[in-house]
């Protein structure tokens, strides 16, 4: 059973920084790829960034330079440092794990950036 817990959501002012956490069990992020993911009312969930078992990470044009993603494989944990908010990053975030072709999710934190 594969469980994702998120932590570190909150509110912030524009050009302020959060750093999500995300604690993994029954997975373990070092072995595939692993991500976040961020969603708006009314949108489809997208893709933040995501870092491969090589340490190759991937971002959204809209978050490069800003954001950073990361993983302590000795804690299973995967972190995303966000950095010079704005409010357009306002969302509910996602955390993202994928394991033998299925995809699990957390349950979401939300993170809301006030202008």
């Known amino acids: 059973q594969v469980q994702l817990v998120e932590s570190g959501g909150g509110l912030v002012q524009a050009g302020g920084s959060l750093r999500l956490s995300c604690v993994a069990s029954?997975?373990?992020?070092?072995?595939?790829?692993a991500g976040w993911f961020r969603q708006t009312p009314g949108n489809p969930r997208e893709l933040v960034a995501t870092?491969?078992?090589?340490?190759?990470?991937n971002y959204a044009d809209s978050v490069k330079g800003r954001f950073t993603i990361s993983r302590d494989n000795a804690k299973n944990t995967l972190s995303l440092q966000m950095d010079s908010l704005k409010p357009e990053d306002t969302a509910v975030y996602y955390c993202?794990?994928?394991?033998?072709?299925?995809?699990?999710w957390g349950q979401g934190t939300q993170v809301t950036v006030s202008s």
């Open positions: 993202y794990a994928l394991k033998y072709n299925h995809d699990y």
């Open positions: 029954g997975t373990t992020f070092s072995s595939n790829v």
């Open positions: 870092i491969e078992s090589s340490g190759r990470t």
